[in-house]
């Protein structure tokens, strides 16, 4: 990789999986708390909660910074131009069609209707 590495935030992905996970077992709190569900059960289906929530936002923070350490665009500048994954055959007459185009004719004016020629093969193609 090209770019600095981003690494994800442990403190804050076992934080926000702490939040997350008192939100889903607050009823269960709160049933423990009136008498009506038993404590231990309640503290073993939180930390069951803990856990699943820290494994899923540590998946997203991880996914989040793949993609924050590889910037758009970054591919793009290493991956071939159309021109270079043509035939070795092509690319030589097409680069001799366009040297001979705009080479200058015997009066010293440029060839402007074989360069139009050149034109239009390469934007049809």
Do not use: K
């Amino acid at each position: 990789m090209n770019g600095p590495r981003v690494r994800v935030d442990l403190q804050l992905v076992f934080g926000v999986s702490l939040l997350v996970a008192l939100a889903i077992s607050w009823p269960g709190f709160s049933g423990a708390m009136n008498g009506t569900a038993d404590i231990v059960t309640v503290g073993i289906r939180f930390l069951v909660v803990v856990g699943a929530a820290w494994v899923g936002i540590y998946g997203v923070a991880s996914l989040i910074a793949a993609y924050a350490s590889n910037p758009q665009g970054a591919d793009r500048a290493a991956a071939p131009v159309a021109a270079d994954r043509r035939r070795a055959s092509d690319r030589a007459a097409a680069t001799a069609d366009v040297r001979t185009a705009v080479e200058p004719d015997t009066r010293g004016a440029v060839n402007r209707a074989a360069a139009i020629a050149v034109d239009t093969e390469h934007a049809a193609g």
